[in-house]
């Protein structure tokens, strides 16, 4: 184990809270903006940012543009327009219950998707990681009630919710399968251009975002500015850097921490777990310390190329 795998360990598991807290914010403040001229705020300042930032620094690269354009598009457009836009349309035709649940599925699909592509292999303890990891998220998300799993029925926002879920695991195998030669820096500015213009299309087409975003109460900006620091660009920096270095299939499986992050802040704001949801905190948390190699041997990622 190189000295930057467990600094990646860490920046995963930081990139799960920020993404487990955008839930919590995000309740908040849905309740003021519609869903896509808020994506568009929060994604338009993270850009702003990223670009501002670091082309100021040198550490953005036109090359790097250039010769990955077409990866960054379809990243962008997977990773940030699709899975956002995806899961916010499903869930007007199916249940938070139902879509919490697809969206568990992530993990799995990371692995099939990596399998296929990279040729990686599921060890034992990443297939014992993944099988924990979905049992602990049904029993945050279900509170134990055998009847929401036997009474899930396939729709057309579950659909919706599952194409996203795809979309999400094909993006963190493309960055690490198709994109040369880029830092995680220039992958998740880039990345995140092409998916906020896709965001910004369609939210002209079905809101009005100028007059959400300039209607907003200054709280409302607040929270998106959070989720635009903390929850999209910090988050999605260290995601994309632990993709580099332990590689997307075992990365996918912290995507599970999610929800127990947000149990963990909602029982800070005075709403406090039950029992079920305990038992699925712990189930997670041992899925992750399967699925990252602390019992088991892990198998070594495939090293990444540097040109």
């Known amino acids: 184990m190189s000295k930057s795998t467990p600094l990646a360990y860490a920046g995963i598991v930081g990139a799960t809270f920020f993404w487990g807290t955008n839930f919590n914010a995000g309740a908040y403040i849905i309740k003021s903006m519609a869903p896509i001229?808020?994506?568009?705020?929060?994604?338009?300042?993270?850009?702003?940012?990223?670009?501002?930032?670091?082309?100021?620094?040198?550490?953005?690269r036109l090359s790097t543009l250039k010769n990955n354009l077409l990866a960054f598009i379809g990243l962008g457009l997977l990773g940030f327009t699709a899975f956002s836009l995806a899961t916010f349309f499903g869930l007007q035709t199916t249940t938070p219950i139902n879509g919490a649940l697809i969206l568990a599925t992530t993990p799995l699909w990371t692995m099939i998707f990596a399998v296929l592509l990279e040729g990686e292999r599921i060890d034992r303890g990443?297939?014992?990681?993944?099988?924990?990891?979905?049992?602990?998220?049904?029993?945050?998300?279900?509170?134990?009630d055998i009847q929401v799993l036997l009474g899930l029925k396939v729709a057309s926002?579950?659909?919706?919710?599952?194409a996203g879920s795809m979309a999400w695991a094909?993006?963190?195998?493309?960055?690490?399968r198709f994109v040369k030669d880029s830092t995680p820096l220039e992958t998740t500015s880039f990345s995140m251009l092409f998916g906020v213009i896709g965001l910004i299309v369609l939210g002209f087409i079905y809101e009005d975002p100028l007059a959400d975003i300039r209607n907003a109460s200054l709280a409302i900006h607040g929270a998106v500015i959070y989720l635009a620091v903390f929850g999209s660009l910090i988050a999605y920096l260290l995601w994309f850097k632990g993709i580099h270095a332990i590689g997307a299939a075992r990365t996918s499986i912290f995507f599970n921490?999610?929800?127990v992050f947000t149990m963990l802040v909602s029982?800070?704001?005075?709403?406090?777990?039950?029992?079920?949801q305990l038992l699925g905190a712990a189930g997670v948390i041992l899925g992750v310390v399967f699925a990252s190699g602390m019992v088991f041997s892990p198998v070594q990622p495939k090293p990444i190329m540097s040109r």
Not at 157 to 162: F, W, Y
Not at 170 to 176: E, F, I, L, Q
Not at 267 to 276: E, Q, T
């Open 37 to 60: 001229s808020a994506s568009i705020e929060r994604f338009a300042i993270s850009t702003l940012l990223l670009v501002l930032i670091f082309s100021l620094a040198g550490k953005l």
């Open 126 to 144: 990443r297939a014992i990681g993944l099988i924990l990891g979905l049992l602990g998220v049904g029993l945050v998300i279900t509170r134990g």
């Open 157 to 162: 926002g579950d659909a919706m919710i599952l």
């Open 170 to 176: 094909a993006n963190m195998v493309g960055t690490r």
């Open 257 to 259: 921490l999610a929800p």
């Open 267 to 276: 029982s800070i704001l005075g709403v406090l777990p039950n029992i079920w």
